[in-house]
């Protein structure tokens, strides 16, 4: 279980921009589902860019005119026989909010008018879209979303992330091609902001500790690395010759079961037993300590993984994260697994 007020605290540390003031009061509010909640912040992210203005871009226009315009598409006229009525086919750019960002929020909202959530949350939206009225409808099954940022639009860049997971969230194509509402975040989708808010809780919280996610070279004896996977650590902290390996991991069931007997998800164990040791062989012969950990987000079940093995010279431990409680307690626990290891 997680609470969904501690869904918001793991995107404020995914997406920075929910640390300025506009959004601190969506942290005491309560919300039904987290749909609520993200509708929320899509409701103050818009209202912040409204107040700075809606972004602007020159879209390419193609329009039969009666005057000239940019430039005359002459073949398109002949087929056309455009003259004959005195006009002609001219493409030109049109600086405007019509643009593919702002496409994206306004067919995201008009999405969460038929979502569950509640109706002054829906009476609120439907404001919004009243500046939104020369701005054009787009089939979120075909967003291209990755964007790309610049100065000019920096600020939008939150909104279109959070409009990724509204859409992703909610949207899923039937086998008839229909569209239907689904469960807002399933297990894939928590697993990801899982991973990104313990990298970015690190990077923010420990700034005098070294914190990526990098990818691993293999300890290979020869240069063969030939259809070799790439092995990319969901978070590595570092401090001097001092390494930790943690993999997060967002499952139902934290454990497997093998004939009515509960053990650790053996692919994971393999997994960060590998990272640990091709890390460990990069020191040489260097005083150095190499650790893995692997992290689970706490369940409903009774057993819950918390172990620390010895293996092969290296300590791997298995832990979990109650994301069901205070938030001030999770960033404890996130907290004391840096200082048992490092020194801060």
């Known amino acids: 279980m997680i609470r969904i007020q501690n869904i918001y605290y793991m995107l404020a540390y995914a997406f920075q921009a929910l640390n300025e003031q ?3 009061s969506i942290a005491t509010e309560s919300f039904a589902n987290a749909v609520e909640l993200c509708a929320a ?5 818009i209202t912040k860019q409204i107040k700075r203005g809606l ?7 193609t329009e039969d005119l009666s005057s000239l315009r940019g430039k005359i598409e002459v073949t398109e006229s002949i087929k056309s026989r455009t003259m004959l009525r005195k006009h002609l086919t001219c493409t030109y750019d049109e600086f ?5 960002m702002n496409r994206i929020i306004k067919s995201t909202l008009l999405l969460l008018m038929r979502a569950n959530i509640s109706k002054t949350r829906k009476k609120d939206l439907r404001k919004l879209l009243v500046f939104f009225g020369e701005v054009e409808t787009v089939d979120l099954h075909s967003v291209r979303w990755n964007v790309q940022y610049n100065r000019n639009n920096q600020t939008y860049r939150m909104l279109i992330s959070v409009c990724f997971l509204i859409v992703k969230g909610l949207l899923q194509t039937q086998s008839d091609g229909t569209t239907r509402l689904m469960d807002f975040f399933d297990e894939r989708k928590m697993h990801r902001l899982y991973e990104k808010f313990i990298l970015e809780y690190y990077k923010k919280e420990f700034p005098q500790i070294n914190v990526r996610a990098s990818q691993i070279p293999w300890a290979l004896d020869d240069d063969s690395d030939e259809f070799l996977p790439v092995m990319q650590s969901d978070v590595t902290l570092s401090q001097g010759n001092k390494v930790l390996i943690i993999d997060a991991k967002y499952y139902s069931h934290a454990l497997q079961i093998r004939h009515d007997t509960p053990t650790q998800h053996s692919a994971n164990l393999y997994q960060i037993f590998a990272y640990v040791k091709n890390k460990d062989l990069e020191f040489g012969d ?4 190499v650790a893995g950990m ?7 079940e009774e057993i819950h993984p918390d172990h620390v093995y010895s293996m092969s010279g290296n300590k791997i431990c298995v832990r979990s994260l109650d994301l069901n409680q205070d938030f001030s307690k999770i960033a404890a626990q996130l907290d004391q697994i840096v200082l048992d290891f490092f020194e801060v």
């Open 286 to 289: 260097a005083a150095h300590t």
């Open 22 to 24: 506009g959004y601190k």
């Open 41 to 45: 912040i899509l409701e103050r992210g």
């Open 96 to 100: 405007s909010v019509d643009s593919p």
């Open 55 to 61: 972004g602007m871009e020159y879209i390419p226009r």
């Open 294 to 300: 692997l992290l689970y987000a706490k369940t409903d």
